[in-house]
Nanobody, 127 residues
């Protein structure tokens, strides 16, 4: 059974940094693209960042580009999201998700493309 568990969320001030982690279990994820999404109250879940299974390709939402960095460790079945220069508008529940892919360099951005999801971790940024 596949499990994704996010950690690292919390309450921070604007300008601070946080590092989110997602630990995957149940099978190997070394051939999965992995992504981070977020959902703010009253809004739809939106794409934040994704990484191909090789780690060679990454993508970001325009709103986080230059501030967030996604990375992965296939040996540990983990994916991380380093978030710098946090803003109040980054406040949301952050979810990791995984999708098996044939291409080493492909990562989907659509929420519906992902097969498995974690329960989420809350990130709150105060002004």
């Amino acid at each position: 059974q596949v499990h994704l568990i996010e950690s690292g969320g919390g309450l921070v001030q604007a300008g601070d940094s946080l590092r989110l982690s997602c630990a995957a279990s149940g099978r190997t994820f070394s051939r999965d693209a992995m992504g981070w999404f977020r959902q703010a109250p009253g809004k739809e879940r939106e794409f934040v960042a994704a990484i191909s299974w090789s780690g060679g390709s990454t993508g970001y939402a325009d709103s986080v580009k230059g501030r967030f960095t996604i990375s992965r460790d296939n040996a540990k079945n983990t994916v991380s999201l380093q978030m710098n220069s946090l803003k109040p508008e980054d406040t949301a529940v952050y979810y990791c998700a995984t999708k098996p892919t044939y291409s080493a360099e492909y990562y989907p951005k659509r929420r519906s493309s992902y097969d498995y999801w974690g329960q989420g971790t809350q990130v709150t940024v105060s002004s």
